[in-house]
Nanobody
Framework: QVQLVESGGVLVQAGGSLRLSCAAS????????MGWFRQAPGTEREFVAH????????NYANSVKGRFTISRDNAKNTVYLQMNSVKPEETAVYYC?????????????????WGQGTQVTVSS
């Protein structure tokens, strides 16, 4: 079955950097769009970034543009989220998600498969 396993969540100071990874198995990774979402307590799951199956197209939430970078290594079946200049309000559980093709990349419902999440805590 499809498994997505996130890692890299840590406690980091505001303004710092970290990189999240998501290792995929049970699917032909190079044929799947990938996305990152986040969810803070008491809030809805929020779109962060999306990358097409080829890696040739990326999209970001306005709040992270210029600071976060999504990338993928199809040889390693892994998608990454490089997070720079992080802010305390970005403290959340970060999830990766996938689907064969995503029409509305910002919509969580478009993604069929989800990881268990990794906690990112940004201290002020």
């Amino acid at each position: 079955q499809v498994q997505l396993v996130e890692s890299g969540g840590v406690l980091v100071q505001a303004g710092g950097s970290l990189r999240l990874s998501c290792a995929a198995s049970g699917l032909t990774f190079s044929s799947y769009d990938m996305g990152w979402f986040r969810q803070a307590p008491g809030t809805e799951r929020e779109f962060v970034a999306h990358i097409s199956w080829t890696g040739g197209s990326t999209n970001y939430a306005n709040s992270v543009k210029g600071r976060f970078t999504i990338s993928r290594d199809n040889a390693k079946n892994t998608v990454y989220l490089q997070m720079n200049s992080v802010k305390p309000e970005e403290t959340a559980v970060y999830y990766c998600a996938s689907n064969r093709w995503v029409a509305t990349m910002t919509a969580a419902a478009e993604y069929a498969y989800w990881g268990q999440g990794t906690q990112v805590t940004v201290s002020s």
